[in-house]
């Protein structure tokens, strides 16, 4: 079992940066992988970004690739999601999760195991 708090949400303008983490607490953290996903108004949650066990396979959403970048610190227990070049269509509810098979990164909620409360980004034009 594991328990993910997301912090670092807020409110920014059109071309600003943002940096989301999500601790956990609980045992094995270095053994999940982990990902990241958001969810707007009115539409369905979407995959963002996710990171492997190790650290060193990621994989990205084709609308965030090369402004978004994941990365954990498992001495932390942490994972986080730089976001830079934000747009208002990046304005959402966004979600950690953790899925127990650790080598694998997936893009489909479905397959994560825990989740996060979220934590709201708002990107003003």
């Known amino acids: 079992q594991v328990q993910l708090v997301e912090s670092g949400g807020g409110l920014v303008q059109a071309g600003g940066s943002l940096r989301l983490s999500c601790a956990a607490s609980?045992?094995?953290?270095?053994?999940?992988?982990l990902g990241w996903f958001r969810q707007a108004p009115g539409k369905e949650r979407e995959f963002v970004a996710a990171?492997?066990?190790?650290?060193?396979?990621?994989y990205y959403a084709d609308s965030v690739k090369g402004r978004f970048t994941i990365s954990r610190d498992n001495a932390k227990n942490t994972v986080y999601l730089q976001m830079n070049s934000l747009k208002p269509e990046d304005t959402g509810a966004y979600y950690c999760?953790?899925?127990?098979?650790?080598?694998?990164?997936?893009?489909?909620?479905?397959?994560?195991?825990?989740w996060g409360q979220g934590t709201q980004v708002t990107v003003s034009s």
């Open positions: 609980g045992r094995s953290f270095s053994s999940y992988s």
């Open positions: 999760a953790a899925d127990e098979e650790g080598s694998r990164v997936v893009a489909v909620g479905w397959e994560y195991d825990y």
């Open positions: 990171i492997s066990r190790s650290g060193r396979n990621t």
